[in-house]
């Protein structure tokens, strides 16, 4: 195929065979957050360029070298949103539904674009499930958060395989303290430290503690503890997050190097980790913006919220072979028909069984075939039950009802009885 009509470099086609696991995840997502009170928001893939650079940061890897920015023909700059957070913040300030000290607890889904190296769990096109909570800003609220993910992580059968990494970056004012005394410090070993590292030095130091650099990981173990430059409230606010953490038994490891990627992040900063994947272990992450939404034009309003990687939590589910059985099959219950009649009969049957039983999968087969052949495609279907309509069934108005997985001998059911006689042996999800 010539090179122009294949996919992006990682950007990926779901394919059929992928899609149920997708939908049991984002399925299993959605209902938890339903269920806690949280409400959908459905933003726009494409916003001006000005939204992520004044809120994500103009030296952060997002800004600085991952963003899809293109000029529209009006002469606009426009970029494919990197995250979700942005424009969130920017729907709730235009729709002023945030005013007021009104609490909003929102939920998205929906793809990013990054331009990274497409790798394993790394990809251009990736899609997230994000949440975002204004107007609360206490740590009870961080703390539902994370309670909400373990749940998650439970029903997916998955949480022996995370590990929650927490931290807390304080106020911007205790951060800008701990950030000069890092300088100063990481300033008096600059040699030691790789270019990377000497240039975010300049640029975003506290990104510095995020290497993957063994000599300058080396130089850090004697650097300043952002620990201990928290403010009052700060250190209050992340033992009201801890307490809750330990009421609810959810176990965590504190990570002082844990600054996020992301300029925007105060107090606190969470990530779920897995070593199951490679190098790609964060699965989820997040944290409290309080500063955020005034950096955006708005009143003070606090906020905290996270993402989770869809593409990352399905590997995670195939490599833990976490699939649940039932949602590979896809038809419960296949209707065969034999010459034009029957065929008739057939669709009209069917759609009377419709009817009745609105979550029964019923597949009808489509371009007749014989006997041999629908069999194989009934067969093929995942079907439980094969449904057939000869010239036999036709004379005596019933339908042979032929089970497909070994659960007994073919019978005849009349027509009128087939529903009924469906919804006792086809549990319906
Ligand atoms: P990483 O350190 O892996 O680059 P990040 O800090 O850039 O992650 P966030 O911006 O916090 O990631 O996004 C939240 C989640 O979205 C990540 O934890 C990850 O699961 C997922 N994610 C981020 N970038 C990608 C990507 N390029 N491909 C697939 N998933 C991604
Ligand atoms: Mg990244």
Not at 145 to 158: F, K, P
Not at 262 to 271: A, N
Not at 405 to 413: D, H, V
Request: with cysteine; charged share 25%; proline share 3%.
């Amino acid at each position: 195929m010539s090179k122009s009509l294949q996919a992006i470099r990682g950007m990926n086609d779901i394919l059929p065979e992928q899609t149920p696991l997708w939908r049991y995840f984002e399925g299993t997502v959605a209902r938890l957050l339903d269920n806690y009170g949280y409400k959908q928001i459905r933003m726009p893939i494409v916003e001006f360029t000005e939204l992520f650079k004044r809120s994500i940061g103009e030296v952060t890897d997002i800004v600085e070298k991952e963003m899809y920015t293109f000029e529209d023909r009006n002469g606009d700059s426009l970029t494919l949103r990197p995250e979700g957070t942005a424009a969130c913040v920017r729907a709730v300030l235009e729709h002023g539904i945030t005013g007021g000290g009104q609490v909003q607890k929102l939920w998205y889904i929906g793809p990013m674009f990054r331009h990274e190296r497409p790798q394993k769990g790394r990809y251009r096109q990736f899609h997230q499930i994000g949440l975002e909570v204004f107007n609360l800003d206490g740590p009870d609220i961080d703390a539902e958060l994370i309670t909400m993910t373990w749940r998650l992580w439970g029903e997916l059968g998955i949480r022996d395989a995370v590990k929650l990494e927490l931290n807390s970056l304080g106020t911007s004012e205790s951060r800008g303290r701990y950030r000069e005394a890092l300088v100063e410090y990481l300033s008096a070993h600059h040699d030691k430290l790789d270019e990377d590292s000497q240039r975010r030095l300049k640029t975003n130091p506290l990104r510095v503690l995020d290497t993957k650099n063994a000599d300058t990981q080396a130089v850090l173990v004697d650097a300043p503890k952002m620990a201990d430059y928290l403010d009052d409230e700060s250190r209050a606010h992340f033992e009201g997050l801890k307490a809750r953490l330990d009421a609810v038994g959810i176990p965590y490891v504190l990570n002082p190097k844990l600054v996020r990627g992301l300029d925007y992040y105060s107090k606190t900063v969470f990530e779920w980790v897995t070593d199951k994947l490679g190098a790609q272990g964060t699965v989820c992450a997040g944290g409290r913006y309080d500063g955020l939404v005034e950096q955006m034009g708005g009143k003070p309003t606090t906020g905290v919220g996270f993402a989770m990687g869809i593409e990352r939590l399905v590997l995670m589910l195939e490599t833990l072979e976490q699939i649940p059985k039932e949602i590979s099959r896809q038809v419960d219950v296949y209707l065969c028909a034999f010459g034009e009649e029957a065929e008739l009969a057939g669709l009209a049957l069917a759609e009377r069984v419709r009817d009745q039983l609105p979550n029964l999968r019923l597949q009808v087969n489509a371009g007749a075939g014989s006997f041999k052949s629908q069999f194989k495609k009934a067969d093929k279907s995942g079907a439980l039950y094969a449904l057939i309509l000869g010239d036999d069934e036709m004379a005596q108005q019933v339908v042979g009802f032929k089970p497909l997985r070994g659960q007994g001998e073919q019978q005849s059911i009349a027509w009128d009885a087939l529903a009924a006689h469906l919804a006792t042996c086809v549990v319906q999800g």
